[in-house]
């Protein structure tokens, strides 16, 4: 459980856990830029994402 209480009026984010089959529910003010560009590992990736360029991931339209 978090130690933090974030208020919930603020935006939150369900985020893939690289390495591991979990996805976790994070305040925006929690969130850490991770600056190694490299992909993550999740069983979830290619359901939300098409593409993986430069560091970045391309969102699923369709």
């Keep these: 459980m978090a130690?933090?209480?974030?208020?919930?009026?603020?935006?939150?984010?369900?985020?893939?856990?690289?390495?591991?089959?979990?996805?976790?529910y994070v305040a925006e003010r929690n969130l850490e830029a991770d600056g190694s560009q490299a992909p993550i590992e999740h069983p979830l990736v290619d359901q939300y994402f098409?593409?993986?360029?430069?560091?970045?991931?391309?969102?699923?339209?369709?």
Excluded: C, E, I
């Design 50 to 62: 098409n593409q993986f360029k430069n560091g970045k991931y391309f969102l699923q339209l369709s």
């Design 3 to 24: 130690k933090s209480k974030p208020p919930r009026d603020q935006p939150w984010y369900h985020v893939l856990v690289d390495q591991s089959a979990s996805m976790t």
